[in-house]
């Protein structure tokens, strides 16, 4: 977790809920948001959302670059089945440089 100024607070477990385009067709993780708080700063103009994107009661949300640019750890199960073919490059490179800005700036 990180604060607005992107300095790093400390682990924080979330539980992502599902995937899925929001209202607006963008691209968005939804997840457990243990303390239901809106608004939370992530730094970089990264904000998670509780209402408004498509969230389901207890959720969070952010679009997937920004989500992916603060993910430290993560569990992968390698029996499911995906096409890392089918993530586009562009999200990719967005999250890439979110995650590498916050490092860099000694945050």
Known sequence: MTDSATRFLGWHA????RLS???????????FN?????????????VTSTQG????????SLPV?????RLYVFHYDP???????????DEVNR???????SWASGR
Not at 65 to 69: L, R, T
């Open 14 to 17: 979330i539980t992502i809920q």
């Open 21 to 31: 385009l929001d209202p607006d067709e963008v691209m968005r993780v939804y997840f």
């Open 34 to 46: 243990p303390n239901n708080d809106s608004g939370q700063n992530w730094g970089q103009g990264i």
């Open 53 to 60: 994107h498509g969230e389901r009661f207890g959720e969070a």
């Open 65 to 69: 670059a920004e989500f992916a640019s």
């Open 79 to 89: 029996l499911e089945k995906g096409e890392p073919s089918d993530v586009p490059t």
């Open 95 to 101: 999250a890439m440089q979110l995650a590498q800005g």
